[in-house]
């Protein structure tokens, strides 16, 4: 939450209080999303366009206040590293998520006493198939990436060209 004067508030309970340094969720502390948007660097609109899609699921008070916790922090972080690392648009994003979510949730299927060992076969070739599966996508990108690097370097090559020659024209 932010205060008329801008000041970013942390979110306790029902009471908020200023604070002087940036925003964090510690501690089950949560931020409401004006205070979560100045930590995270991006819009409130934006979080609230991330829940939509469903790439994130804050907590909500009971008149409606969005408020995100540290894991929530957190996944939008990593919305945003996979957008500025690997170039992934939203629904590439949502994919991603999907498998890493589905991999941690059979991390503790897996790690559970009462899992049979032919149920962790079968989740360890899930995790490959998904791991295998996010690879893919990386893959694309990286030769989308390297083709368009491709193109780049020929147009420079070119225009050093033209350079070469008007150089070459004007010295004689």
């Given amino acids: 939450m932010t205060t ?3 000041r970013a508030v942390l979110v306790t309970g029902d009471q908020p209080r200023a604070e ?3 925003p964090r969720a510690e501690d089950g502390q949560l931020l409401g999303i ?3 948007a100045t930590r995270l660097g991006v819009s409130e609109r934006a979080l609230r366009y991330y829940q939509q899609l469903g790439l994130l699921v804050p907590a909500c008070t009971p008149g409606g206040l969005r408020r995100y916790s540290r ?3 957190a996944r939008v972080e990593r919305i945003r590293e996979l957008q500025t690392l690997l170039g992934l648009n939203l629904d590439e994003i949502a994919i991603v998520l999907r498998n890493e979510d589905r991999m941690a949730e059979n991390r503790l299927t897996y ?6 060992d032919d149920e962790r076969r079968r989740l360890t070739r899930e995790c490959l198939t998904l791991q295998q599966s996010l690879r893919g996508t ?4 990286r030769v989308a990436l390297e083709s368009f690097l491709a193109d ?3 147009r420079i090559r070119r225009i050093q060209d033209l350079l070469a020659v008007r150089d070459n024209s004007s010295a004689q």
């Fill in 111 to 116: 790690h559970d006493e009462r899992t049979s």
């Fill in 71 to 73: 894991d929530d922090i």
């Fill in 20 to 22: 002087a340094s940036p």
């Fill in 138 to 141: 990386v893959e694309a990108k």
């Fill in 34 to 36: 004006g205070a979560a």
């Fill in 4 to 6: 008329a004067a801008g």
């Fill in 152 to 154: 780049l370097d020929a």
